[in-house]
């Protein structure tokens, strides 16, 4: 561990600015597609940047969260802005504020400054797992112009949450637990799926109590009350909201999220498999959808199988594979659920990838960032459905 903290304290800032650079550069390569395809099919730029959940952010930065919790002639809820957590739209909102922005840009300048404080994460990450610094530059790069990677670029809830989770990863492999169990409180105020995180950390922290290297009791036993405080909180406010405790878990009925040990997503994999009723010849998802819950599986195979990746990392992977298969939800929405999961899978391929000639790798990185933008218009423009 003496390596790990080495790495932490002497990494060259030159590093960071380099990883924040190659992540700014793809995401404005990106950017500037989608806003191009989106001018293309007669779209404005404000439209674009308020579909799907960027415009529940958005609303509940403008006017709050709704009293009362609508419902269907069914019975069951209707959609809502409470299943929304606090913290995006609260950061948002103090951005307005502070920079007279209009809400919408608010949001945008809000996802990509946390994107790239996540961005920077990434390289640490490798850095701290004994990676190159060319290895972490390539996990950055490989996230960065992912497919799902627009939701680092609009008013949705992933940079944030990516910034969160990444850092607290990398100060989970540091054992400094009371940072991470901070990280964890942020995460737990911007997305339900910080769960996967926070079971990680008591994991870590519990199993470095029982075999006496915690490194300070006391902060150990403090991250375990910590560390599920943000996501208790955010529970609770939202139940506020209201007028009940389970406020939160009522309105999220609306959007199909209740785990049902995988039913639903098997029913979904299937039919697309068989290019069942799913299956849309117009629409790439179902390839997308299929390839990441196959690869994913494979990759926490292969991190497990790897004894230079900390096991916190194929934990929190594996978690969020499994919370992923057991909630069906909108099953398009998948890849971008993994999204801040990703640079820890792609920590297999970063490496050999690092040592391809500069050409090839900016070739990569800079193609792959034309096609996420081509792709993000699809998602958000074109397609039917919550992305």
């Known amino acids: 561990m003496k390596v790990v903290s ?36 007669g779209h404005s730029v404000a439209w674009l940047l308020r579909r799907w959940d960027s415009g529940n952010y958005l609303n509940v930065a403008e006017h709050g969260y709704p009293g009362r919790i609508p419902y269907r002639p069914s019975g069951l809820p209707d959609f809502s802005r409470l299943a929304f957590f606090p913290l995006v739209p609260l950061l948002v909102r103090g951005t307005r504020l502070l920079t007279g922005l209009p809400v919408v840009y608010a949001g945008v300048l809000v996802s990509w400054c946390a994107a790239t404080v996540a961005a920077v994460g990434v390289h640490r990450l490798v850095r701290a797992v004994g990676g190159s610094a060319a290895a972490g530059y390539a996990c950055v790069a490989l996230w960065s112009c992912s497919p799902y990677a627009f939701a680092l670029w ?7 949450f990516s910034a969160a989770l990444v850092w607290a990863l990398v100060a989970m492999v540091r054992r400094s637990w009371l940072t991470a169990a901070v990280l964890c409180v942020v995460a737990g105020a911007v997305r339900p799926t910080a769960v996967v995180l926070i079971g990680t950390l008591v994991l870590a922290a519990g199993w470095a109590l029982v075999r006496g290297r915690a490194g300070g009791d006391a902060r150990a036993w403090a991250a375990l009350a910590l560390a599920p405080l943000g996501l208790i909180g955010s529970w609770l406010y939202l139940g506020s909201r209201v007028g009940r405790v389970d406020g939160w878990f009522e309105a999220e009925r609306a959007w199909g999220q209740s785990f049902d040990f995988g039913v639903g997503t098997g029913d979904f994999l299937w039919s697309a498999l068989l290019y069942g009723k799913s299956w849309r010849v117009t629409d790439q998802r179902n390839a997308a959808v299929l390839a990441l819950v196959l690869l994913t599986a494979v990759a926490v195979l292969a991190l497990a199988l790897d004894r230079s990746v900390p096991w916190p990392l194929v934990v929190v992977v594996a978690g969020a594979w499994l919370l992923m298969m057991g909630t069906p939800g909108s099953p398009f929405s998948k890849p971008r659920f993994m999204l801040p999961f990703l640079p820890v899978p792609l920590l297999l391929v970063a490496r050999p990838l690092a040592r391809a000639p500069l050409v090839v790798q900016g070739c990569l990185y800079g193609g792959g960032a034309v096609v996420s933008g081509w792709y993000a218009a699809g998602l958000l423009v074109l397609f039917v459905g919550s992305p």
């Open 154 to 160: 609009v008013p949705y809830s992933e940079g944030v």
């Open 6 to 41: 080495r790495l932490w304290s002497t990494a060259p800032r030159r590093e960071a600015l380099v990883a924040a650079a190659v992540h700014l550069s793809l995401a404005a390569i990106g950017f500037v597609v989608l806003l191009l395809v989106n001018r293309h099919l």
